[in-house]
């Protein structure tokens, strides 16, 4: 059973589209998260929510805007997608803040 | 701001040899310090953890230990494994600004050679 899922696990596009990448968790966590792995592996955050309120937006473009319509579930929507985006996004959950974070596997998105 | 800095960037051993990686965090406020593996096209997985009332944990070949006056944490492997090779991240977390936010290091690149 996957703990932690993403999808899609590929996403290839062109500058200036809209796309959106859906995660999920069946561990019955409270909190998830966003991060950006860059070309370097360098892991950062983005964004975190609990219990379906946003409290962690790290210095993000306004062209990224997280959505959690349920504790299960946190989706990322990006606009107007630019070269740099190009990327791995990674979500996670834990129980709560300050708990063990466990990760999906991954959306690897190009920007052509 | 809070700084988690990690070394190497890149460690060779020997299959069978033992693997060491540290990491220095700044925030004295920091209490809960966990270690991912990340294997090709895979997300990080967690390995072993350690929480600051603690100055080692160990689980079969891995293990970590804690200087909370130095700010010093490391990950030992013994024994290593071809199937040890991946990138190790260490991270960084507590209470700072309420949001317990990860602060992770920026990885090492471990190669068991067989």
Known sequence: ?112 | GENVEQHPSTLSVQEGDSAVIKCTYSDSASNYFPWYKQELGKGPQLIIDIRSNVGEKKDQRIAVTLNKTAKHFSLHITETQPEDSAVYFCAATGPTSGTYKYIFGTGTRLKVLA
């Not at chain 1, 996957?2 to 062109?14: E, F, G, I, N, R």
């Open chain 1, 1 to 112: 059973d996957t703990a932690v899922s993403q999808t899609p696990k590929y996403l290839v596009t062109q500058m200036g589209n809209d796309k959106s990448i859906k995660c999920e968790q069946n561990l019955g966590h409270d909190t998830m998260y966003w991060y950006k792995q860059d070309s370097k592996k360098f892991l950062k955050i983005m964004f975190s929510y609990n219990n379906k309120e946003l409290i962690i937006n790290e210095t993000v473009p306004n062209r990224f805007s997280p959505k959690s319509p349920d504790k299960a579930h946190l989706n990322l929507h990006i606009n107007s997608l630019e070269l740099g985006d190009s990327a791995v996004y990674f979500c996670a959950s834990s129980f709560g803040r300050g708990d063990t974070q466990y990760f999906g596997p991954g959306t690897r998105l190009t920007v052509l």
